[in-house]
C-alpha cells in the first residue's frame, strides 16, 4: 500500500499560489485521492498540475495506483482552518458534537474556535409579533462535528 504521509509531502510541494492541501485519502487498493482547495477557488489545470507532480514521484513499476485529484467540492464539510478564514463572511451550517444544528454568518475563525452571527425570529415580551434576534453564537474547535457553506441561489 502507498505510504499516505508520502502523498500529503508530495502534493505539498506542488501546491502553488495560495493553495490548501484539505484531505489524502488513500484506500486499501491503492485509489489515492488528494483534495486541494484556494482563496481563488481551484480550476483543472491547478489538479492536474497537482496529479502530474505527485505522479511524477511514484513508480508504477514498483506498485499500481489509480490517483484523484481535485476541489474539496462545495457541499463538503470543512476539514482545515482555512476553509474555515476562506469562507468568514459567508452562510454555513454548524453541528456540533451533541447534534446542535445552528445557521448563520461566519464572523471569525482561528485555531480555537469560530463564532457565527445568526438570525431568528422569537416572540418578545411586550411585542404582539415576533422581533428579529440577532446573536453570536460560538464554537469550539473540537466540539463541531461538520461545518459546510450553505449554498443559496437567491
Known sequence: MIDKGKIVELAHKNLVDGMFLVDVTVSANNVINVYIDSNKGITIKDCIAISRGIEGNLDREKEDFELQVSSSGLGQ?????QQYINNIGKAVE??????LRSEGVL??????????????REKVEGHKKKQL??????????????????????
Open 77 to 81: 464539510p470543512f476539514k482545515v482552518i
Open 133 to 154: 434576534i440577532i446573536k453570536n453564537v460560538s464554537f469550539k474547535m473540537d466540539n463541531i462535528k461538520s461545518t459546510k457553506t450553505i449554498i443559496s441561489f437567491k
Open 94 to 99: 454548524v453541528i456540533s458534537k451533541d447534534g
Open 107 to 120: 464572523i471569525e475563525a482561528n485555531e480555537d474556535g469560530i463564532t457565527l452571527e445568526t438570525r431568528k
